[in-house]
C-alpha cells in the first residue's frame, strides 16, 4: 500500500503557490506510506541547449562544491550547482549521455536522480512530514508535480527505492500497487541497451513508457501498450513536461480519486488527502475508471 498525490495548477499565477498548496496532500498520505516520501515537481524550462540534474549523496554533509569543481575541471564548461541538504540541482550544458556515465565513474556514490529541462526531483526515507521539511517542499514552485508516500512490499527502503522513478528526459512515474514481471520487462528492454539502477518493479514500468515514447508513441499510445505488457496491479500517476497523466489497471483495485476546478487538477489515493485544497467543495470529483487513461495538459 502507497499513496500517490499530483496537482496540476491551470492559472499562472497560482505556480509560486504549488508547493504550499501540495503539503497538505501529500502528509495526508502518510498512513499509506511511512517508509519513504518523494516529489517531482516540473518548473519553468531551462533553455534548449542546458540540463539540470538532480542528484542525492549518502550523507548530508556532501562536498558539492568539490563535485563542483571536478564536474567544471572535466567537461571545461560553465556549471551552477544548487544544494539542499544531500540533494543538489546541477545545470550544464552537458547531455545526459555524457554526464551520467561520468558521474557513475568518478562519483559512484551519487545517485542521479533525474535529468531534463523541466523537472527536479527529491526523495528519501522517513516519514513523509520529516521528508518534505527537510527539502522545504511547501516553497517549491512550477506548473505541475507527482509525489508518492511509500510503504515498502518488495524491494529495500533506500533513497533511490523510493518513487517518483524516471527515465530519459522530463518523465517520471509514481505507483501504488505490484507488478508481477516486472523481470520479463527488464529482459526486453536490456538487450536493448537500457540500463536498470534498482530492483523496484515501479522502475520496470517507468523505463518501459519511456523506451516507448522514444520509439515513437505519444504517452497515451505508450500508456495504451502497457495494458498488454505489464502485469499486475497498479495505479500510475505520470509527470511528463507539458502533462499529468493517470491510469489503473483493468481491475482498479488500488485507489484513486481525481477533483478538478478552473484553478487546478489533483490527484490523490484517497479524499481526504485532497480535502484542504481550495474550492474542493465545488470541484468535480470522481473516481477514475479501470484502463481509461487520463490526461491533463498545461496550459
Known amino acids: 500500500m502507497c499513496g500517490i498525490v499530483g496537482l496540476l495548477v491551470k492559472k499562472p499565477q497560482l505556480r509560486e503557490q504549488l508547493g504550499s498548496l501540495m503539503m ?10 511511512p517508509d519513504s516520501a518523494g516529489l517531482a515537481v516540473f518548473t519553468e524550462a531551462l533553455p534548449e541547449d542546458q540540463r539540470k540534474y538532480s542528484l542525492c549523496a549518502p550523507e548530508w554533509e556532501y562536498d558539492w562544491a568539490g563535485f563542483e569543481a571536478e564536474f567544471i575541471r572535466h567537461f571545461g564548461t560553465e556549471a551552477a550547482i544548487r544544494t539542499k541538504g544531500n540533494h543538489a540541482v546541477l545545470t550544464c550544458d552537458e547531455p545526459a549521455a555524457s554526464v551520467r ?16 529541462r523541466q523537472v527536479d526531483i527529491y526523495k528519501d526515507i522517513g516519514n513523509p512530514a520529516d521528508v518534505a521539511a527537510r527539502y522545504d517542499f511547501d516553497t517549491l ?6 509525489g508518492h508516500t511509500r510503504m515498502a512490499t518488495e524491494s529495500a527502503v533506500t533513497p533511490d527505492r523510493a518513487h517518483p522513478f524516471t527515465a530519459g528526459e522530463d518523465f517520471c512515474l509514481v505507483h501504488n500497487g505490484s507488478l508481477s514481471n516486472p523481470y520479463q520487462i ?9 540500463r536498470f539502477d534498482t530492483d523496484n518493479d515501479t522502475e520496470a514500468a517507468c523505463r518501459y513508457f519511456e523506451w516507448r ?27 511528463s513536461r507539458e502533462a499529468l497523466a493517470l ?43 479501470p484502463e481509461e487513461i487520463y490526461v491533463w495538459r498545461v496550459s
Do not use: Q
Request: charged content about 25%; aromatic content about 10%.
Open 247 to 289: 491510469v489503473r489497471d483493468a481491475f482498479a483495485c488500488k485507489p484513486a480519486v481525481v477533483a478538478e476546478t478552473e484553478d487546478y487538477v489533483a490527484v490523490s489515493s484517497e479524499y481526504r488527502s485532497l480535502a484542504r485544497l481550495p474550492g474542493v467543495k465545488n470541484a468535480n470529483v470522481f473516481e477514475p475508471v
Open 213 to 239: 515514447m522514444r520509439e515513437g508513441d505519444d504517452l497515451e499510445s505508450a500508456i495504451r501498450s502497457g495494458f498488454d505488457e505489464l502485469d499486475g496491479f497498479y495505479t500510475f500517476l505520470m509527470g
Open 141 to 146: 514552485t512550477g506548473t505541475h508535480l507527482v
Open 24 to 33: 497538505p496532500m501529500l502528509i495526508g498520505m502518510t498512513e499509506r506510506g
Open 186 to 194: 527488464r529482459r526486453k528492454l536490456e538487450p536493448l541497451g537500457i
Open 101 to 116: 556515465p561520468w558521474a557513475a565513474r568518478v562519483f559512484p556514490d551519487l545517485h542521479v536522480l533525474c535529468a531534463g
